[in-house]
């Protein structure tokens, strides 16, 4: 079985890192294959970064040669558009996140990256009709590929706006990771900030096994 993701930026380092992460979900018969849109934005913050990266995403994904894929940016770009039509599982790493958050019947927020991405976000989050679960998606501020080329600062400034949120929020029992750039750091934040932390990566991967399994 093959399975895709799709970077819909164009940083190649960013999407090798992705695939990494995704690798340690996967059952070791599962085949990954990686892309990286060449055609889009080096980062995705904000509905214009995810217009210009649309119709790459969208042409990889309909490429033949896997049987099922991942969409590995935070604001599901692309997803929409082929969910109903894409005759392979599909999953989204945003609404990935999201469910498993929800899932849990407890309240939780978003750490996401620039403030431009706070109303895609919270638009996706209503279509997927888990908005009444989420009481925030805050913006850290952080620039989407200081988590490529300067890990250990974006990670200390992602854990300083976790204890901002959570001071604003006190009743938020889990706290969603809203970028691909952070998977991977779910264990390390959720020590420092002392609640459930979702990484999207891991959540896309758990959501597309499930896929298959009912395929």
């Not at 770009?77 to 790493?93: M, Q």
Request: glycine share 8%.
């Amino acid at each position: 079985m093959r399975v895709l993701v799709v970077n819909p930026n164009a940083t190649v380092e960013m999407t090798e890192r992705i695939a990494a992460e995704l690798r340690q979900y996967l059952p070791p018969d599962i085949t990954l294959i990686s892309a990286t849109n060449h055609d889009g934005p080096a980062s995705i913050q904000g509905a214009a970064d995810g217009a210009a990266a649309l119709p790459g995403t969208l042409a990889l994904l309909r490429a033949p040669g896997h049987d099922g894929a991942v969409i590995a940016c935070f604001d599901d770009t692309g997803l929409i558009e082929l969910r109903d039509i894409h005759p392979r599982p599909l999953t989204g790493i945003g609404e990935a996140a999201f469910a498993e958050a929800a899932a849990r019947g407890r309240p939780f927020a978003v750490l996401t990256t620039s403030p431009l991405s706070v109303p895609v976000l919270e638009a996706n989050i209503t279509a997927y009709g888990l908005a009444q679960h989420c009481r925030k998606i805050h913006a850290s501020s952080i620039e989407v590929l200081d988590f490529e080329t300067d890990r250990a600062g974006a990670e200390r400034r992602l854990i300083a706006a976790g204890r901002d949120l959570l001071t604003q929020y006190p009743e938020v029992e889990t706290v969603v990771l809203g970028c691909a750039g952070m998977g991977g750091l779910s264990a390390s934040v959720g020590a420092a900030l002392g609640v459930t932390v979702v990484d999207p990566i891991a959540a896309a991967a758990h959501s597309l096994m499930a896929s298959f399994a009912l395929s």
